[in-house]
Every structure is written in structure tokens, then in C-alpha cells.
């Protein structure tokens, strides 16, 4: 009977100085990936699966996954890129919250929109998958907080969540719940690109969301 072999993703190269802290790092992560891989053909061949269809299983898992972690981060993008209108009407959503004082409203005015828009580009790239998605998910706990909070105060907000301002319904919740579920099991399960130039990309993104976050800031103060 023939092994299954294992994919290739797990095995990926690493483009990195060797003896660095970063080539320890990768190397964790390749050791946690294969772990994960033996793991999940120990779980299959207890339902006496041929080794062709475990491994089957494997990459369809990784697929689906990697279709998760894409769609999540285009919606991110596009409900990022609706927000990064001028700020105004942003903030007002905000303030709407009645949660924060206009200060602070103001900074969160200025910064969420362009951290949504990156962090779903990245994501939906596979750069750095388990901070970016890190960095979605508590987005979308924030989001689903303020959204709660209004709901349960019935106040006539929704922050402008996915690009629209109207009475809090549940729905958004639910939406919100979803898309977390939907980034863990993308950032766990998708297969891991190797970058050669991964850090580089995530720094102009971070460059990029200080940017649009002072540009922001200054317009609001007008």
C-alpha cells in the first residue's frame, strides 16, 4: 500500500538568513504545519480511509480554507475601502456609538478604516496569515462589542458596518460571528506561502496605515 505523501506547502522554503531569529521562527512554523498534517491523517485513518483519499482530504481542507481566508479578506478590503471616504462621516458613525468622547473618536476615525483596508489585503494575500488575521478578528470582536452595546441601547447606529448606516438589527452580529469563524479556520488551515520578500510587504502596509492614519487625523482636525 502506498504512503500518502505529504504536500508540498509543508515543506515550503524559507527565504531567510540562516541562524536568525526569523530562520528560527520559520522553522517553528514548518514543525507546527507538519505536526498539524501528521495529526490530521492520524484522525482519518481511523475511519479507514485509503491514504489517496486522506491525502485528498488534506488538500481540500487546505482549499476551502484558503478560499475562507481570500473572501474574508476581500470583504475587508471592500468594506475598508467604503470608510476611507473623508472622515467625517466616519466619526460621526463613531460618536453615534456614545461610547468614546470626541477625541477618541477621532483617532479611531482615523485609524480603523485604513487598518480594516490592510489587514483584509494582507490576509487575502496569505502575508504573515496568523498576525493579519489576528489583527481581523479583533476587529470584528470591537465591531461586534459597539454593535451590542447599540442594539441593546437601541440607538439608530451601526457604525456604517460593511459601508451602510441604519438601525442596529441582528444580523450584523451573526455576519460578524461568521466572518471569525471563517478567518480562524483560514489563518489555521490555509497553506502557508513562502514570500521572499513577506516582511518587506507587511512594513509598506504598516508604512501605508500610518500614512492614511495622519492624513486622516489632520483632515478631522480642520
Known amino acids: 500500500m502506498r504512503t500518502a505523501a505529504a504536500p508540498r506547502f509543508l515543506a515550503s522554503p524559507f527565504f531567510i538568513e540562516e541562524g536568525s531569529i526569523s530562520c528560527l521562527l520559520a522553522q517553528t512554523v514548518a514543525l507546527i504545519q507538519r505536526q498539524h498534517y ?26 476551502l480554507a484558503t ?11 471592500w468594506s475598508g475601502s467604503r470608510e476611507l471616504r473623508p472622515p467625517g462621516a466616519f466619526w460621526e458613525q463613531v460618536m453615534g456609538y456614545r461610547l468614546t468622547s470626541s477625541t477618541v473618536a477621532r483617532v479611531l476615525a482615523s485609524l480603523l478604516p485604513p487598518v480594516e483596508f490592510v489587514s483584509g489585503l494582507l490576509f487575502a494575500a496569505g502575508i504573515l496569515p496568523w498576525a493579519t ?6 476587529l470584528l470582536f470591537m465591531f461586534m462589542v ?14 456604517g458596518c460593511g459601508g451602510t448606516n441604519r438601525q ?13 469563524a471563517l478567518t480562524a479556520f483560514g489563518a489555521l488551515l490555509a497553506p502557508r506561502l513562502a514570500y521572499p520578500a513577506e516582511g518587506y510587504v507587511a512594513g509598506c502596509g504598516a508604512a501605508l496605515i500610518v500614512a492614511l492614519d495622519v492624513y486622516r487625523y489632520r483632515q478631522l482636525g480642520r
Open 133 to 138: 488575521g489576528g489583527v481581523v478578528v479583533f
Open 168 to 180: 442596529v438589527q441582528p444580523l450584523p452580529l451573526v455576519r460578524n460571528a461568521v466572518l471569525a
Open 146 to 159: 459597539a454593535i451590542g452595546s447599540a442594539r441593546a441601547r437601541k440607538l439608530d447606529n451601526d457604525g
Open 67 to 77: 478560499l475562507a481566508r481570500f473572501a474574508v479578506g476581500s470583504y475587508f478590503v
Open 38 to 63: 501528521d495529526q490530521t491523517l492520524k484522525v482519518t485513518s481511523t475511519h479507514k480511509y485509503h491514504p489517496c483519499k486522506r491525502e485528498t482530504t488534506v488538500y481540500v481542507l487546505a482549499t
